[in-house]
């Protein structure tokens, strides 16, 4: 039996490389000839692409499922969840986790990954429940990263942990691209020795070694492989589709996908990527190999992120400094997994630390929820100093339980706040996660505007 792929240029590949930014025509043009390359599944949905459609490009998320599923005729699409999250920033009510797991396998999707941040599995068991009572394949991703809590011993207790829950696949999430070739080896023959479900590995370029990895997952009995169409691979992405047919044809190994497929749909693709080069939005730098990321642990996602903040205010000179700060603020605060929403306000707090020249002399709100167990629970201790200084010497008690307990029901109180621009479910979803965009794309997209010169016109006349 061949290795399993899954395709993820169409969501982490370009998350990865040009933060989230190819539009749903893009995501179309060459989607007929991946459906027919013999894939396990495409990875076509959910990450940043959700905010990405609202926020950039006037897009209706939604929208774009449907319209990818109505090409899609053969191949599973797959989504990645963030667990409690979603799609957003902040914990959401059970009533809204069901309901997006429930319209997102409606309008096409098969296979969500879900995962948390903190692999805090009490922030899991929501959206596991609702993907199994709603039919959908449930695949629980743990986040990999490596500190003197996370082991390979401890992957191997969460594994067998998400088991029980229900999951019917287990993927290891190595967002930054730090699994090691040999702890690679290691880590999925124990996975196969003790959790009968079949395993994914997905994991970034960026450190130079991803391939390596894979090949040694492989011959360690590893079921599925992430990769990237070959345009959209590389640097912060993951391997070359392509390179892995090559590599494993003609082996026990060998993937089964049509080459000729992949071809014309690369070509199509390589237009799209020839676009974000010129514009600029694909920053050379994100196709690097950058092996100090091994130290760094910085995801590809956050690459961009970061480098996007500190252009934008003129600092990328303090793009080393920056990089190097990471380690010491994640360490600060109890070694948390570098993976969204995470991965974000670790960056933030980083670039702020650099920028204004003092450690959180400036926090983001995220973080101070963070420190008081808003999120879930630290992987490890956070620096009682760190912490009082967060707090500004607030005496508050961090919780100890599954945050989501203390939320309310919310989805029909947005149902009933929206119910003049909101037309289905899917309406009222978008303005749950994303409140002041989704509100603003969709007056817009209901009741258009007039454009500006014909206000301007009009406006003579008054």
Known sequence: MGVKIVDTCLRDGHQSLFATRMNTEEVLSALEELDNAGYYALEVWGGATFDSCLRFLNEDPWERLRK???????????????????????????????????KSLENGIDIIRVFDALNDVRNLKCA??????YGGHCQIALSYTTSPIHTIDYYVELAKEVEKMGADSLCIKDMAGVLLPNDAY????????????????????????????????????????????????GGTSQPSTEAFQYALAGTDFDPGLNIDYLKKAADKMTKVKDKYLANGLLNPKALTVNPSILKYQVPGGMLSNLMNQLKAQGAMDKYEEVLNEVPRVRKDLGYPPLVTPLSQMVGTQSVMNVITGERYKMVPKEIHDYVLGLYGKAPGIIDPAIRSKILKGENLKSINHRPADDLQPEFENFKNKYKDICKCDEDVLSCALFENIATKFLENKYNPKPQEDEVEEFNLYI
């Open 128 to 133: 596991v429940d609702s993907t199994k009572k």
């Open 68 to 102: 990818i599923r109505a090409v899609c005729k053969k191949t599973k699409l797959q989504m990645l969840f963030r667990g409690q999250n979603i799609l957003g920033y902040r914990h959401y009510a059970d009533d809204v986790v069901d309901m997006f797991v429930k």
């Open 186 to 233: 290691e880590l999925i023959s124990k996975l196969k020795a003790n959790t009968k479900l079949p395993i994914e590995l997905h994991s970034h370029c960026t450190g130079g070694i991803c391939e390596m990895t894979y090949m040694n997952a492989i011959a360690a009995g590893v079921d599925i492989i992430d990769t990237a169409l070959s345009p959209l691979s």
